[in-house]
């Protein structure tokens, strides 16, 4: 079975970094696209960016350029999403989907999402 | 890149067809048969539901379709049933440099 598995929910300060991991099992991790989508409380989907395990290729959402980095380790088919400075406004939950490689551009399936709560 | 304009919410009775629009630019929608469509239950992670514009994946009930025309592509969902009550976001393709943009989300209502 093709599974996307998150790590669990973190509670940080303001300022303070921040590494979320996305697990990839039951198929070959490194020929798909992995993405990260942001969901603030009460609103809609935001694509972040989409990195490729195989060679680490990876492409940002002007919005969350420079905000974020999106790093993978092939090895232990994992991909990561990480704040060096996190804002409240970055409270949110984020998902991780897989994307095929080739011209085919959705997502599926989707990681349980992992909730981010940046509080003082 | 803004976000693709879907309706608010859409509510319909059961077995009736709702469908929901997703307005774009010809950078996005108009520009590529890459739209694809995501059904999201309260609490839990988007499901794929419909991929490059009309196509469903495996397991996903032939009462969903999807098409386009110009920069609006839309979903429909035929026969109404009790448990397609979710919020559903569209999403498109948008070149290499912003590859990808969501929809803002339509709720749909079974009444």
Not at chain 1, 24 to 39: D, K, M, N
């Amino acid at each position: 079975e093709v599974q996307l598995v998150q790590s669990g929910a973190e509670v940080k300060k303001p300022g303070e970094s921040l590494k979320i991991s996305c697990k990839g099992s039951g198929y070959s991790f490194t020929s798909y696209w992995i993405g990260w989508v942001r969901q603030m409380p009460g609103k809609g989907l935001e694509w972040m960016g989409i990195i490729y395990p195989g060679d680490s290729d990876t492409r940002y959402s002007p919005s969350f350029q420079g905000q974020v980095t999106i790093s993978a380790d092939k090895s232990i088919s994992t991909a990561y999403l990480q704040w060096s400075s996190l804002k409240a406004s970055d409270t949110a939950m984020y998902y991780c989907a897989r994307r095929p490689s080739g011209y085919t551009n959705w997502f599926d399936p989707w990681g349980q999402g992992t909730l981010v709560t940046v509080s003082s | 890149q803004s976000a693709l304009t879907q309706p608010r919410s859409v509510s319909g009775s059961p077995g009736q067809s709702v469908t929901i629009s997703c307005t774009g630019t010809s950078s996005d929608v108009g520009g590529y048969n890459y739209v694809s469509w995501y059904q999201q239950h309260p609490g839990k992670a988007p499901k794929l539901m419909i991929y490059d514009v009309s196509k469903r994946p495996s397991g996903v009930p032939d009462r969903f379709s999807g098409s386009k025309s110009g920069n609006t592509a839309s979903l429909t969902i035929s026969g109404l049933q009790a448990e397609d009550e979710a919020d559903y976001y569209c999403c498109s393709y948008a070149g290499s440099y912003t590859p990808y943009v969501f929809g803002t989300g339509t709720k749909v209502t079974v009444l």
